[in-house]
């Protein structure tokens, strides 16, 4: 699914929403709706990072990769030497990082849903709806996610798409895994450049998102 856009959350939603329409209470349908209008809000790449001097609030690029570790959420990820922070909390609910000089960056962002939020029946529909977008050129591939430790009850169950960098969204191409933990947490991890930028460079942006841990502390 690609969720950047409002039209996409009500596709979405009329998906899930009709599915669960035979048994479902008019509360829970409203449930539905409401948590997917959370989860599928706009989660846009960063602005361009200087070139040069960090500026007030980011940090200054590193010569060598960084790992961070969520210890809240229970996640790790590491980011290539040279990159930037330029907006966010590694350890908070969002982060932004770009390598100066370039459109390539990372984007992390998570938001908690209820506990009665169906994160299962969310996975599959967008999913459906993603291999869809595959035959009409908007995705490039479309696959399930899943990164679960059955022992610990702990990980991310999900879905992965790369766009096409042919849709109404010309500045940027992105690959992006997204998904939800065992307390419901929603998770949009994107790497993302402008299309010019991305083929040379989408082992590279691969690299980053398949750097993301769950629960190996």
Same mark, same amino acid.
């Given at each position: 699914m690609r969720i950047m856009t409002h039209k996409t959350a009500i596709a979405l939603a009329g998906i899930l929403t009709g599915g669960f329409a035979a048994s479902a209470s008019a509360g829970f349908d409203s449930l539905i709706q409401q948590g997917l209008e959370a989860a599928t809000k706009s989660v846009a790449p960063a602005a361009p990072a200087p070139q040069n001097a960090a500026s007030p609030g980011q940090a200054a690029p590193s010569g060598a990769p960084t790992t961070y570790t969520h210890a809240a959420r229970r996640f790790s990820y590491t980011i290539p030497g040279g990159w930037q922070l330029v907006n966010g909390d590694p350890a908070g609910e969002s982060a932004s990082f770009m390598l100066p000089g370039t459109t390539i960056g990372f984007n992390m962002h998570m938001t908690q849903m209820v506990p009665s939020f169906p994160a299962k029946a969310s996975v599959d529909a967008s999913l459906k709806q993603s291999k869809e977008e595959v035959t009409i050129a908007k995705l490039l591939t479309a696959k399930r996610r899943d990164d679960w430790d059955k022992?610990?009850?702990?990980?991310?169950?999900?879905? =992965?798409?790369? =766009?096409? &960098?042919? &849709?109404? !969204? /010309? =500045?940027?191409? +992105?690959?992006?895994?997204? &998904?939800? !933990?065992? !307390?419901?947490?929603?998770?949009?991890?994107? /790497?993302?450049?402008?299309? +010019? =930028?991305?083929?040379?460079?989408?082992?590279?942006?691969?690299?980053?998102l398949d750097s993301i841990r769950f629960c190996k502390n």
């Open positions: 022992k610990k009850k702990c990980g991310l169950i999900g879905w =992965e798409i790369v =766009e096409s &960098g042919k &849709g109404s !969204d /010309t =500045e940027h191409q +992105r690959i992006i895994w997204q &998904g939800y !933990d065992a !307390d419901n947490y929603y998770f949009n991890f994107m /790497t993302f450049s402008h299309p +010019r =930028e991305f083929a040379q460079n989408q082992a590279l942006l691969q690299g980053v």
